[in-house]
């Protein structure tokens, strides 16, 4: 067992490596893509459903629940990103009972670049949500000093979420690699069932944390109606 899928190296051609990172994370995408084109082919409009179809939809509901709650109006607008961020860290969870696979979350560039993709996506819907200017104005309050504050937020923010996910899934897998070296093999299987779930814990914080900063970002500072202020004088 590896400690980390960058260690497997499938092809080398000078400094150009193709390892399994590469390889599982590009493997994963291809199952999500194939994976939602089957469940979804027979899907109906009409008031017949089938049972996969009806706990689809649950699922479905319950997840745009979860991101209204965090403070977002519109969840449809999120779901496909948000959705499709959670599944993939899940998923390469789940997998790891397929002999032979390393998650590519175990490697600190995928997490890395999962962690930027959330960065880049704060700023898109936040400008799409209240225009360029609105959303830079919200680095300049409450005054012009906390500018590189609010910058420096946002970079740490992205960095943490890398590391903390990284680490997660990292520690399982060393955990892992010890036991099968010390002790025997129903020991490091329970220990797999525990990383599974894990694995889930830490996809539905990843998205949950991804959801609040988009949401942090869009969320919009309407001035109180005259009414309001004049009660409240």
Known sequence: MHLSPDEIIF????????NATIVYTW???????????LVTRKFSTGLQHSRWQNLLEIVVTGINKQIEEVGMNQPQKY????????????????????????????SLSTTAALAICVFVAVPLFGIEESGLREYLR????????????????????????????????????????????ITPFIFPIAMSVLGL???????YIFSILAAVYIAAATRTRKSKPESDVIIDA
């Open 138 to 181: 919200a680095y300049l309050k409450p005054t012009v000093i906390m500018l590189p504050f609010n910058i420096i937020s946002e970079l740490s923010r992205t960095l943490a979420l890398a590391i903390r996910l990284f680490g997660n899934m990292m520690s399982g897998t060393m955990i892992l690699a010890i036991l099968l070296t």
């Open 27 to 37: 493997g994963l995408m291809l199952v999500l893509v194939l994976g939602s084109k």
């Open 11 to 18: 092809w080398q051609y000078g400094f150009i490596k193709l």
């Open 197 to 203: 779930l894990t694995g889930m814990v830490q996809a």
């Open 79 to 106: 779901l496909g990103f948000l959705g499709t961020m959670f599944l993939f860290v899940a998923m390469a969870s789940l997998f790891t009972i397929v002999p032979g696979f390393e998650p590519p979350t175990g």
